[in-house]
Nanobody, 123 residues
Framework: QVHLVESGGGSVQAGGSLRLSCAAS????????MGWFRQAPGKEREGVAA????????YYADSVKGRFTISRDNAKNTLYLQMNSLKPEDTAMYYC????????????????WGQGTQVTVSS
């Protein structure tokens, strides 16, 4: 079982930055990827960024490329998402996830989910 706890969300003006953190605990041997997802009201959950558990290969949604950076600190069992140049359309609940599926940004590749942290970007 993997337990994930997100933190770092908040409210920021457009153009600002936030860093999300996800503390992981439990047995993570079967987690091929760790990733960040988001879900806005009335919309489907979408993959934002993911990182492979072996070599630190990263994956990003086109909408966040060049603005968001995913990273991990294995010693601290913590996943991060640095979000720069935030836009109002980035407003959503952000979730940390871990899973053993094949598609890095597909929600159905992930077995374990955190409770989410809200990010609100005002114009």
């Amino acid at each position: 079982q993997v337990h994930l706890v997100e933190s770092g969300g908040g409210s920021v003006q457009a153009g600002g930055s936030l860093r999300l953190s996800c503390a992981a605990s439990g047995y993570t041997y079967n987690t091929r990827f760790m990733g960040w997802f988001r879900q806005a009201p009335g919309k489907e959950r979408e993959g934002v960024a993911a990182i492979y558990s072996g070599d630190p290969i990263t994956y990003y949604a086109d909408s966040v490329k060049g603005r968001f950076t995913i990273s991990r600190d294995n010693a601290k069992n913590t996943l991060y998402l640095q979000m720069n140049s935030l836009k109002p359309e980035d407003t959503a609940m952000y979730y940390c996830a871990a899973g053993g599926g094949l598609r890095a940004l597909a929600p159905n590749s992930y077995n374990y989910w955190g409770q989410g942290t809200q990010v609100t970007v005002s114009s």
